[in-house]
């Protein structure tokens, strides 16, 4: 036992020297996998000795159930905010403020991060709370949020009794720009910039949802401390990154003002590099002792102030308004601007993003825009100057039809998005054959992204369903593609005709119908020409359909042109039914299941059905008589008792092709 503690020791501060590594210095010092590889191992034997897990172990970032509510929390001191200075007089000012009451005057001049102030508590070395500002005097409890951010050390370098500190959490750009794409994608609103997206981020009640998002910090200030002193602002620095803390690596020290504004100036032009954004440089008289001299307002410190950059906007005029089709069926507005030259580049195309956010800003063709980069990237227009208009500017309505083929244009309850549903679509038709052919559609070998550019490229594939009217002679003549691969590929197309139903079903790519609903409709709709002939109140009676999938497949199957690719698939020999079972045959007869970790497509419970539904038996327990342990995300001691006793485990999808 002893010796298994000292094993998870030592890998717990292996874990944190390279999340340190990886994190905070951006260096890493091992691969991926191997990472991952030292990380199970702890899970593993965390696993079997579950008495040893400590909250400050690395593989307790997540965890926990979604909150109801913050907690409020009462902070040691009122965390205050700053003043601004806007020039190089106003900075002038606040110097020689500062000079009259404090002698031998240095600051240290650091970037001023644009994200969400938080406060950070440890005791004894281990991080214990973590809040927000909230007003100053009062902010919530968002520990849980903030343990899932790798950067964040959940322990100390050193085992101080109490340490308190303030930092900043950000959103990358690269990670916004990724969020808000992800989110168009789903027809969600998006966020307006980084701070926005890392303020939206920390406060979901579920901690799944800020991990699933790359927030990053830079810890810049300490509020209280016992066991250390600390004498000036640069000390501070070095001391926390000694501890393990991200601390921005801008920082610099300077010995007058006028280094101070040099040192704002040239990040004025180099903050569209940084891959965070930043909105100006905050000065900070260096010297603790002098700090208490100056002393504070009610609101803000006498001995500190933020340069702000102005704000990098510039007023263009709409010329039109194009309208595209993306990858994925989504039908979006683009702005054509009279060119531009804003933040670094020309700008002559902003995204509007969606309808309704041209409504809700009133965007007219013709007016006076004012533009901005969201997250110093992407153009964009904040609002029109409605005092500009001169009358003859044009609202802007969404199309019924789809401008690139011409179907229906159908929008989904509680989405922005506008989205065209042909999965013919030419604007959709790679990104369509790209996931019928995946792995839980079709299966189609072969069949990736190269192959399916070029099928479209050469016209060989215009809709879906012309994959199964290809010879090998139409392939033979594509780049990389050999006879032998050629018939490769014809055969793989034609083996998938024999899938079961419900894998074509997810092939549709039908909005919110994922493998698993595919499987639920199957198991009650057993032809896919009784799928538009049922109504949405028929589909809500299958348990577990919510209203958007209802809706979902009946504006799905309505689709004329989506009707045509079903028939034409049915031609084409594609199993549009569910075989009924064949006179009670039972594959699994007299094998003994054993289910641990979470699978993606079913439940516990859907996959006990299914294998006993096929003959076989589920046990609780791992034992030689046990035939397969079948292990989700996240196993459990299950796994390694069958690793133990040499019993065949099972991944999801080997499990799920048992069953088919
Ligand atoms: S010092 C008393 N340093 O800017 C010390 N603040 O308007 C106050 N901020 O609320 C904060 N980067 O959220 C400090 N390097 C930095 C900062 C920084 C960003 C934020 C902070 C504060 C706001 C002040």
Request: charged share 25%; hydrophobic share 40%; glycine share 6%.
């Amino acid at each position: 036992m002893a010796e298994v503690g000292e094993r998870i020791n030592e890998l717990r501060q292996e874990l944190r020297k390279h999340e340190y590594h990886y994190y905070v210095l951006d260096d890493p010092l091992i691969s991926d996998a191997e990472y991952d590889q030292l990380m199970r191992k702890l899970q593993q034997l965390e696993n079997e000795y579950p008495e040893l897990i400590t909250p400050d172990s690395p593989t307790q970032r997540v965890g926990g159930q979604a909150a109801e509510k913050f907690d409020p929390v009462v902070h040691r001191k009122p965390l205050l905010s700053l003043d601004n200075a806007f020039s190089l007089a106003e900075l002038q000012e606040f110097n020689r403020r500062v000079s009259r009451a404090a002698t031998a005057v240095s600051y240290m001049a650091e970037l001023k991060i644009d994200g969400v102030s938080i406060v950070l508590v440890y005791q004894d070395g281990i991080l214990v709370n973590a809040a927000t500002r909230g007003d100053g005097l009062v902010g919530e409890d968002v520990t849980n949020n903030i343990r899932t951010i790798r950067s964040i050390p959940l322990r100390l370098q050193d085992n101080l009794p109490r340490l308190e500190v303030r930092g900043e959490i950000y959103m990358p750009k690269s990670e916004f720009l990724r969020l808000n794409q992800e989110k168009e994608e789903k027809g969600e609103k998006i966020f307006a910039n980084p701070r926005n997206a890392a303020a939206g981020s920390i406060r979901q009640l579920d901690p799944g949802i800020t991990a699933s998002r790359a927030l990053a910090a830079f810890i810049y200030d300490i509020i209280y401390i016992e066991g250390k002193e600390i004498h000036d602002q640069q000390e501070a620095l070095n001391f926390l990154k000694q501890q393990g803390f991200p601390v921005n690596p801008e920082a610099c020290y300077c010995t007058d003002i006028e280094a101070v504004y040099a040192y704002s100036q040239g990040y004025q032009e180099k903050r569209h590099d940084l891959p965070y954004e930043i909105d100006g440089v905050v000065i900070k008289l260096n010297s603790m002792a002098e700090r208490e001299i100056l002393g504070q307002t009610a609101k803000s410190p006498r001995w500190a102030i933020a340069y702000k950059f102005p704000a990098e906007e510039k007023e263009t005029r709409l010329l039109a308004v194009e309208i595209n089709v993306g990858r994925t069926g989504i039908i979006a507005p683009t702005a054509i601007l009279e060119p531009v030259s804003l933040a670094g580049t020309t700008v002559s195309r902003a995204s509007l993003h969606n309808f309704d956010l041209l409504r809700e800003k009133d965007i007219r063709v013709g007016d006076t825009v004012l533009v901005h980069k969201a997250g110093d990237i992407i153009p964009e227009i904040i609002k029109p100057i409605v005092e500009k208009r001169q009358g003859r500017e044009e609202e802007i309505e969404p199309p019924g039809n789809c401008p690139a083929c011409g179907s229906q244009v159908i929008r989904f309850e509680g989405e922005v998005a506008y989205r065209c549903e042909n999965i013919n679509c030419p604007a959709r038709l790679k990104e369509s054959l790209i996931f019928f052919a995946s792995r839980p559609a079709m299966n189609i070998d072969g069949l990736g992204p190269a192959v399916i550019d070029q099928l479209v490229e050469k016209n060989l594939v215009e809709k879906v369903d012309d994959l199964y009217y290809l010879n090998e002679a139409d392939i033979a003549g594509l780049d990389r593609m050999g006879a032998k691969s050629a018939s490769n590929l014809i055969q793989a197309i034609a083996d998938s005709k024999t899938r079961p139903l419900y894998r074509l079903v997810t092939a549709l790519g039908i909005r919110h119908i994922g493998s698993k609903t595919a499987r639920i409709l199957t198991s009650h709709i057993h032809d896919i020409d009784k799928f538009s002939q049922i109504n949405e109140e028929q589909l809500m009676s299958i348990p577990e359909i919510g209203p958007r999938m209802a809706e979902s497949v009946v504006k799905f199957f309505r689709e004329p042109r989506n009707q045509e690719t079903i028939a034409r698939l049915k031609a084409a020999g594609v199993n549009t039914v569910v075989a009924e079972s064949s006179g009670g045959l039972k594959p699994l007869a007299g094998k003994t299941f054993v289910l641990t970790g979470t699978l993606e497509s079913l439940t516990r419970n859907e996959a006990s059905e299914k294998i006993e539904a096929l003959g076989g038996k589920v046990s609780g327990s791992v034992s030689k008589k046990t035939d397969y342990v079948v292990a989700g995300a996240e196993p459990g001691s299950k796994y390694n008792k069958a690793l133990q006793l040499e019993v065949t485990i099972l991944n999801e999808d080997e499990f799920l092709n048992m069953l088919e």
